[in-house]
């Protein structure tokens, strides 16, 4: 468990979602992040344009559950469909694997939702 708690209070950069949306260098400005505290069991960040919040738990390795999220409620016009596709694949996450420094999120089925980068610390 100790690993898993360190890989779970760290902070991500999401890279890609859905494999539609993807962010690098030129735009990860608009990138959603995720924020694990192990010890509240809570990640928060920002979605492309608000800032939202769940509760998380780790039943075993490989699996997580996530509250639903809540995000503040702002409308960005040149980001909201990051926002959308960001929340939408975050409520469906079941599974996950971590590889070195990225992080990949999956639905129950195993389809891969988010893939994030690991913030240098």
Known sequence: MATIAKDFNSSWNVTSINDT??????????????NFNWNEKRVSGKTGCNSYFA???????????FSNAGA??????ES???EDAFLGAFNKVAKYS???RTLRLYDKNGNLLIEAS????
Request: aromatic fraction near 8%.
């Open 98 to 100: 971590i590889n070195k």
């Open 21 to 34: 949306l993807t962010f690098t260098n030129e735009n990860v400005e608009k990138a959603p992040t995720l």
């Open 55 to 65: 509760t998380f738990e780790v039943p075993a390795k490989g699996t997580i559950n």
């Open 72 to 77: 503040t409620k702002m409308f960005c016009i």
């Open 118 to 121: 690991k913030i240098q610390q």
């Open 80 to 82: 909201m469909h990051i």
